[in-house]
């Protein structure tokens, strides 16, 4: 059987993957250490190693990509963890950023 006679639909329709966003972990002279190896095992869930590795990377170079995530997830994990910071009352900032 031909296709004389019937229509066909073509459909531009092409799924785009969501965006990226980045969680930037900056560096000061007052949070510890020790705070920012416990919020990155707590809240971006690293193992320790990885942990103490970007908490180096923070410290040395002023700042890190410590996860990337959809953005509400981002968000979530950037608001948990200054929070976390103010509760404590260190001065901790992140960013978030299109990665």
Do not use: C, W
Not at 37 to 48: E, G, M, P, Q, R
Request: a positive charge; glycine letters at 6%; hydrophobic letters at 40%.
């Amino acid at each position: 059987m031909g296709l004389q006679g019937q229509t066909l639909e073509r459909t531009g329709s092409k799924t785009k993957e969501p965006k990226r966003y980045n969680v930037i972990m900056l560096n000061d002279d007052f949070t510890t250490m020790d705070f920012v190896v416990a919020v990155l095992i707590d809240i971006f869930h690293k193992d320790k190693l990885t942990a103490e590795a970007l908490m180096l990377d923070v410290h040395k170079k002023g700042k890190a990509v410590v996860g990337t995530y959809s953005y509400d997830i981002a968000v979530t994990k950037t608001r948990t963890a200054m929070q976390r910071a103010r509760d404590e009352g260190f001065p901790f900032r992140m960013l978030v950023e299109e990665a």
